[in-house]
């Protein structure tokens, strides 16, 4: 079967969801922290005196996260590799009418060690590097409440401080745990980064297992399929010829036909490693590669659809002020603020489902959920 990123997506699942949980829990803890007291006089010179306890916490949350998220980096990374293996045998069996034994030739001499530590030990590395913003958010967000609060309400009275704070408060988790900066240049706050980041690699790895399936079998050539409401950083790349091997750029290439004893003319154009260079299979991708046979395969029929792909990053919108709303909600300092950002929550799910019924989109209402992968 073709291979693309959503072979290997249930298994950045649960290590998305570690990461997503742990931004909830923290933010749970830090504001049952802040609204502990905050109608006391006192209330910032005790808080205060707390962050000492807070840091204990925060590292001690920190290092059972490390070890958490080793163990399931190593089993992803395997399994999505192993996936994309067992889609390229399928797939030759399928299209080549392989016999058993040599199908059989072709798993036993399959590597693989290598790229899977290889992946395994870049995303390990990727995500210990969010430990220390992890540690840093909860500290200054801490301070920075206390210390807005104290500037701005004090001096007003009681009912001003619990605004002050809230308002404070709120602001922070919008913006979230940041500071996060991708290859391209472009910010992140950590659920997001963390997704990004593990389904980037478990596809990868799903695609390199898939690769080095087919080079087994001697095949150098895949090609990328059609899909809807493509973006445009891939769309250029549906229905083109790419090699496993060989030169970035496009050329023309000499190769014998699959099934008659002649040679043909195929146009490449370019690498696999070129084309997830400039976008194509990014996360959330659509696209799949296929073995591509000479003079056999078809190259599919374009559908462009950027209306489609506009719709589609519009729930996602949706989706993230869902849960943006629903944490605040979770954490809020006070009742008040807590009925206001559920109102928020009902008020935004509305949109979505008006959405999704003009669209045709299908609503996913786990995207939708604080401390889930989506």
Known sequence: MPVDRSLAEDLATHLVRIYTTAQSMLALELGRRLADGLDAPDWAGQKLAQIGLLRSFAERFVQLLDSEMRDEVEQAIALAYHRGGQAALDELGRLAGGTARELGEIREALPGTEAIQRLAWSLSSTLQGTHVRILRWQLDAYRQVIA?????????????????????????????????????????????????????????????????????????????SNAPQECRRCRDWEGRVLSRNGPDGRRTIQVEHTTQDRTIRVEVAGTVAEGVRSGLLHPNCRHSLSAYLPGVTKAPTHTADPEGDKARQRLRALERKVREAKLKAAAALNPTAKRRHEAQVRALQTQIRVHVEATGLHRQRHREQVGLAR
Request: cysteine-free.
């Open 148 to 224: 807005e609060t104290v500037a701005t309400g004090t001096l007003m009275g009681t009912e001003s401080r619990l605004r002050t704070a809230q308002r404070a408060w709120d602001r922070l988790l919008s913006r979230g745990i940041t500071g996060f900066v991708d290859r391209a240049g472009r910010r992140w706050e950590l659920a997001s980064y963390v997704e990004m980041a593990t389904r980037t690699a478990t596809a990868q790895a799903a695609v390199q297992g898939h690769l080095d399936r087919l080079g087994g079998a001697g095949l150098d050539l895949v090609i990328v």
